[in-house]
């Protein structure tokens, strides 16, 4: 099993970028959907391990809208497939690793997730879900 889910890339607007990835990638998004709990409309390229994930923000107290204003567009998370979730992150914690926001959550697809934050992850955003099975 391919052990990056997927990398997660802000966007202004999930319109003006989908055609770029669209082109690179050779093929529409296989999924779009937007994501209440984390303020965010996704839309994901390829099936299966190593997709590429558009986030835009639904509006201005969205996670993706302070960290386009802080940073601008561009890479914003790395998603890392677990084979069990709930052990993977007590294993993260162990190492100092904190969650944020706490606790494991539903995500984009339904999945649950878990985000390290970056500054107790070598400065990068780490998704964890759990492999499907
Ligand atoms: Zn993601």
């Known amino acids: 099993m391919p052990k990056i889910d997927h990398l997660g890339i802000a966007v202004n607007s999930l319109e003006a970028s989908i ?3 669209a082109a690179l ?6 999924g779009r959907e937007e994501v209440p709990s984390e ?10 391990g190593g997709r590429v994930e558009l986030l835009e923000p639904t509006g201005d107290d969205s996670p993706i809208a ?31 690793a904190t969650l944020v926001p706490p606790g494991i959550r539903s995500g984009a ?8 934050h970056p500054r107790t992850a070598g400065g ?8 499907e099975r």
Do not use: K, M, Q
């Open 66 to 96: 302070a960290f386009l204003d802080r940073r601008g567009p561009g890479l914003h998370h790395v998603c890392l497939s677990v084979a069990d979730l709930d052990e993977a992150v007590s294993r993260a914690e162990e190492t100092g």
């Open 39 to 48: 303020g965010v409309r996704v839309a994901f390229f390829g099936r299966g």
């Open 19 to 21: 055609p770029l990835y």
């Open 25 to 30: 990638l050779g093929e529409n998004p296989t």
């Open 124 to 131: 990068v955003l780490i998704e964890l879900v759990e492999s």
């Open 109 to 116: 697809e339904g999945r649950r997730v878990a985000f390290l």
